[in-house]
């Protein structure tokens, strides 16, 4: 429950909700299509992730890999900044 809620709050209003947006509001295009291809997107993106993760965990520390997604985060927060 806790990985749903934090992957449900992560992707409310990113980019890519956004292009679904985009995608769903052509009028000649079915809305079950773009409904499945995001759909199938995000369950591939979460599978390659799961696969990295445990790859990851099998060689570096656990907690090692939670300062390099912290770091990550900060990165892209500063980059969005700077850009900005």
Do not use: P, W
Request: proline content about 0%; cysteine-free; glycine content about 6%.
């Amino acid at each position: 429950m806790t990985a749903f809620a934090a992957v449900f709050i992560a992707e409310l209003g990113d980019k890519t909700q956004l292009a679904t947006v985009l995608f769903a509001s052509d009028r000649d295009v079915s809305k079950y299509s773009i409904f499945l291809a995001a759909s199938a997107a995000l369950v591939l993106s979460t599978a390659l992730a799961v696969l990295a993760g445990t790859f990851l965990s099998e060689y570096i520390n656990e907690k090692y890999l939670h300062y390099i997604a912290g770091l990550g985060f900060i990165a892209i927060g500063a980059f969005t900044l700077y850009r900005a």
